[in-house]
């Protein structure tokens, strides 16, 4: 073999082969990594058999049941879009909670508390399927005002696979 | 049915903050498809929708996107025919064995480092939803891809197209591209097979076997394109409408044996005759509408999708930062370190680098796939595009900062300056 060829298959032996070896090791180690539980995805809710129906106080900021919820998700960041309401939030083991605000000010109706957000608190059902939150929706800053409590299905994956 | 009226009026706009903002960048000397990636950007919740919401939302309601999408992809897929067509398998086989180590460890270095930088990122900004064998190697494919037409039109502008550098770089950016591409369709076969129920095997025999009959069937059949335009020093009408339609038939048959529509249409690009001549009035009859059109819909589309708040805080600032450094050290750091040690003088070797750092708008439509199939997250997608559109703005400064003109001139061997006369073809039609 040439020195020419000699210093090119070390050269290619180290910048290339070992690389590949590291993937592999790299891809293994990642085996064991846990990332935050999946809510993306569209929720159609339900409102629990005791109450069914919103609020007053909620309905007035723009919440409504039949309106799904849209959670976009990156890592255990959330972006949470129910029609008129939404916010960002954030999820911990299997525990989500954000603060919903009208995406239009809008003062709040009286007796319902003075901040017009709506806390929304929910686990999510590990490795259901379809996968389930249940939670509760509650107005900031109004201890007496009624909550919700709701369950919430995720809808078939609207994801584009294919479709672009 | 799609608003007419506001689809219209969508187009209107997109391609005049498109043109405007490539004319301005150009003045920068930027090539213009970093300013319509910009004007892209600009137009989506980064910037118009922040700024201006309720203008956003009469502009592009959600209902509408749909139809703007549709369009930007017929757009893209006739683009990676296009990319597919400036390839040329004589100049890969040709390689000397610089370019060979070159292109390897510039696929290798970015690989490794981006799956490195996964272990750190997949907790953070991924969910269990997504396996983390997909995150790694999609990152990874991600962060080694080069934009070889706009390479090739930074190169052309530079007269730098027939220097040993460009060269080099024009053989390593078209292996990497093929490479990249292969990595993407084999990620998008484990998802997609693992969601359908798919045994993996049978779709990547499906595949193998598609592109095999592709190389070694269709090719030979595509030979008459070539002879009847020696003869006739064109095609007519129809001949050019069976391409399209061949393209397009390419294009679903990868997309049915489970990859992606883009596949075909590239791999269609790719077998075409290659005889500069033919390719160039190829190029003549689909740039127009792609360029001054189409593509201006996907960056727009891809500008829509992207969403820079969602980048907030220190910590996902830090995240962004990791990914354009890890990005640039892979492929800058890994191609430089490869081409010094395979006899490049240092300077050169940093000018490849940089060169082979350029990800542009190949860059914006892996990630797209990426979050279509929703590999990536929104948030890391939009640190994704964030970092492709540094890393090929900073191509330009820094080439100029390295490459003297004696390196412009450093002439490449002629039959390998002669070879590469084919490609860059592709060069003045997509990578402007």
Same mark, same amino acid.
């Given at each position: 073999m040439s020195r020419l060829n000699k210093n090119f298959v070390i050269a290619y032996v180290s910048l290339v082969v070992l690389p590949i070896f590291g993937l592999v090791g790299i891809l293994r180690r990642g085996q064991n990594l846990k990332a935050p539980t999946s809510v993306d995805g569209v929720w159609t809710i339900q409102a629990a058999a005791t109450t069914g129906t919103m609020p007053s106080c909620m309905s007035a900021l723009?919440?409504?049941? $039949?309106t799904p919820f849209t959670i976009s998700q990156s890592g255990k960041n959330l972006v949470i879009n129910a029609g008129k309401i939404g916010g960002t939030g954030l999820i911990e083991g299997t525990t989500l909670q954000a603060p919903l605000k009208p995406a239009e000010t809008l003062l709040p109706a009286p007796?319902?508390? $003075? $901040?017009g957000s709506v806390l929304l608190t929910a686990t999510a059902a590990a490795k259901a399927s379809p996968r389930m939150l249940s939670g509760e929706l509650s107005l900031a800053n109004c201890p007496s005002c009624e909550s919700v409590k709701f369950h919430a299905i995720a809808q078939a994956s609207t994801q584009k696979e294919g479709a672009q | 049915m799609p608003n007419l009226f506001t689809l219209v009026l969508q187009i209107a706009v997109v391609v005049v903050v498109c043109r405007v903002a490539g004319t301005l960048f150009q003045k920068i000397h930027q090539p213009r498809v970093v300013g319509e990636m910009f004007a892209g950007i600009m137009l989506g919740p980064s910037l118009l929708g922040w700024v201006a919401p309720h203008f956003s939302a009469y502009l592009f309601p959600a209902s509408s996107l749909g139809f703007l999408n549709a369009l930007s992809q017929v757009g893209v897929i006739i683009f990676m025919f296009l990319v597919g067509l400036g390839i040329n398998p004589r100049e890969l086989k040709s390689q000397g064995h610089a370019a060979v180590l070159t292109s390897h460890a510039s696929i290798t270095a970015p690989f490794v480092l981006a799956s490195c930088l996964a272990l750190y990122l997949y907790p953070r %900004?991924? &969910? &269990?939803? =997504?396996?983390f064998t997909s995150f790694a190697l999609f990152m990874g494919a991600a962060m080694s891809i080069t934009a070889f037409p706009v390479l090739a039109r930074i190169l052309s502008e530079r007269n730098m197209l027939g220097s040993r550098l460009g060269t080099v770089a024009i053989a390593c950016a078209a292996v990497d591209d093929v490479t990249g591409w292969c990595i993407l369709a084999y990620i998008i076969v484990l998802i997609r097979s693992s969601h359908a129920g798919t045994p993996i095997w049978l779709t990547l025999g499906g595949v193998v076997g598609f592109a095999l009959l592709m190389i070694y069937g269709v090719q030979r059949a595509l030979n008459r394109f070539a002879i009847s335009f020696e003869k006739r020093g064109e095609l007519s009408e129809n001949m050019v409408a069976f391409v399209l339609v061949l393209v397009l038939v390419s294009a679903l048959c990868t997309e049915a044996l489970g990859i992606h529509l883009l596949f075909g249409s590239f791999l269609m690009g790719a077998i075409m005759p290659k005889e500069q001549k033919f390719v160039r009035y190829l190029l003549d009859r689909f740039e127009t509408v792609t360029v001054t059109l189409l593509l201006p819909l996907f960056f727009a589309f891809t500008g829509l999708r992207t969403?820079?708040? %969602? =980048?907030?805080?220190f910590e996902m600032w830090l995240y962004c930062a990791l990914i354009v450094l890890v990005a640039t050290a892979g492929k800058l750091g890994g191609s430089m370190l490869a081409s010094s040690l395979a006899g490049m003088p240092v300077r050169e070797a940093a000018g490849l680098g940089t060169l082979m750092n350029t990800r542009g708008l190949m860059e914006l439509v892996i990630l797209n796939i990426g979050l279509d199939i929703r590999v990536i997250s929104p948030a890391l997608f939009s640190m994704m595009v964030t970092m492709a559109l540094i890393t090929t703005f900073m191509t330009s400064p820094v080439l100029e900062l390295l490459c003297p003109e004696e390196m412009k001139r450093a002439v490449a061997p002629p039959e390998r300056s002669r070879e590469v006369a084919l490609n860059p073809a592709t060069s003045n039609a997509v990578g402007n």
């Open positions: 723009g919440l409504a049941l $039949d007796n319902c508390g $003075d $901040d | %900004l991924s &969910d &269990d939803s =997504v396996a969403n820079i708040t %969602l =980048v907030k805080g």
